[in-house]
């Protein structure tokens, strides 16, 4: 496997992913990711039905290689999902939950994605227009699960670039506004 180099879209942020066999290469449906892709103005990361790639991976098996300053946080609600992305240009790059305890990052891929592997998990179809089978969502969580359970005992955890050693994240969390978040939902499956 190669290639796991990755680059916004203007080119000021790079990051890299460590090792492409420790994660899971799925595609999410939800309508959540959607609204957040629309929002961001990266439709254009999404497939034929709305789903969003991820690679769900640890924090510490990926590295920001350039750009850092441009890191970015949005929420779609105040209890919502971190979606951090590149602030320069609005390029998807990564969710996680709000602790850093809870060693998860959802590593937003370009759609299509070559060099991961095959999507081996197709979730939260109900918001999938076309639809989508769903398939593989229990063997996701279990292997999230076990990536969390490793880096709390390895203490791995602790390496991230998205949270301070106080476990605040490293930017303050926009929270979109519901108008905003409204004018980005994917329109309702005839
Ligand atoms: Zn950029
Ligand atoms: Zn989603």
């Known amino acids: 496997m190669t290639d796991l180099d990755f680059s916004c879209k203007c080119g000021a942020m790079e990051w890299r992913i460590l090792d492409g066999k420790a994660g899971k290469h799925i595609a999410c449906y939800c309508a959540d990711c959607q609204t957040s892709a629309?929002?961001?103005?990266?439709?254009?990361?999404?497939?034929?039905?709305?789903?969003?790639?991820?690679?769900?991976?640890?924090?510490?098996?990926?590295?920001?290689?350039?750009?850092?300053?441009?890191?970015?946080?949005?929420?779609?609600?105040?209890?919502?999902?971190?979606?951090?992305?590149?602030?320069?240009?609005?390029?998807?790059?990564?969710?996680?939950?709000?602790?850093?305890?809870?060693?998860?990052?959802?590593?937003?891929?370009?759609?299509?994605?070559?060099?991961?592997?095959?999507?081996?998990?197709?979730?939260?179809?109900?918001?999938?227009?076309?639809?989508?089978?769903?398939?593989?969502?229990?063997?996701?969580?279990?292997?999230?699960?076990c990536r969390v359970l490793g880096a709390r005992i390895t203490g791995n955890w602790r390496d991230t670039p998205f949270f301070d050693e106080s476990g605040a994240p490293v930017v303050a969390p926009v929270v979109i506004s519901k108008s905003d978040r409204d004018a980005a939902r994917p329109a309702p499956r005839l």
């Open 38 to 145: 629309r929002h961001l103005g990266a439709a254009d990361y999404l497939d034929a039905s709305g789903g969003t790639e991820i690679f769900q991976t640890t924090p510490s098996n990926m590295k920001i290689t350039q750009g850092p300053e441009h890191l970015a946080l949005m929420q779609l609600g105040p209890n919502g999902l971190f979606r951090w992305h590149a602030g320069c240009c609005g390029t998807p790059f990564a969710n996680t939950v709000k602790t850093p305890k809870f060693s998860f990052s959802g590593m937003v891929l370009p759609a299509g994605y070559g060099s991961l592997g095959p999507v081996t998990a197709h979730v939260q179809t109900k918001a999938a227009n076309p639809p989508v089978k769903e398939h593989g969502f229990a063997a996701t969580g279990l292997a999230i699960l």
